[in-house]
């Protein structure tokens, strides 16, 4: 199983990014699937989950912020990143929530002006 996360690069805070995570060697459609990020010097964290029925639920930091969504036929997964702040800097990766996949290299976001 492969986790490909990309999209990442620099932001200007107020601006936007789009991240794609394309899962290759198992499908996604039956599971939740979610984003989660790691800044320098920080322990990983949640980011955003979908479930198998698209039922978002986010971190409250970027509630309002971030949309998730999945496109089960690409078996690929999405971050949309509106009203981006500078402690959003960190590399975003995508997993499974249950079972989880290896993890990728991630896709690095800075945002600074």
């Known amino acids: 199983v492969q986790l490909q996360a990309s999209g990442g690069g620099l932001g200007q805070p107020g601006g936007s990014l789009r991240l794609s995570c394309a899962v290759s060697?198992?499908?996604?459609?039956?599971?939740?699937m979610a984003w989660y990020r790691q800044a320098p010097g920080k322990q990983r964290e949640w980011v955003a989950t979908i479930s198998s029925n698209n039922s978002p639920n986010y971190l409250s930091a970027v509630k309002g912020r971030f949309t998730i969504s999945r496109d089960n036929a690409k078996d690929t997964v999405y971050l949309q990143m509106d009203s981006l702040k500078p402690e959003d800097t960190a590399v975003y990766y995508c997993n499974f929530v249950f079972d989880k996949a290896p993890w990728g290299q991630g896709t690095q976001v800075t945002v600074s002006s």
């Open positions: 060697g198992r499908r996604i459609n039956s599971g939740s």
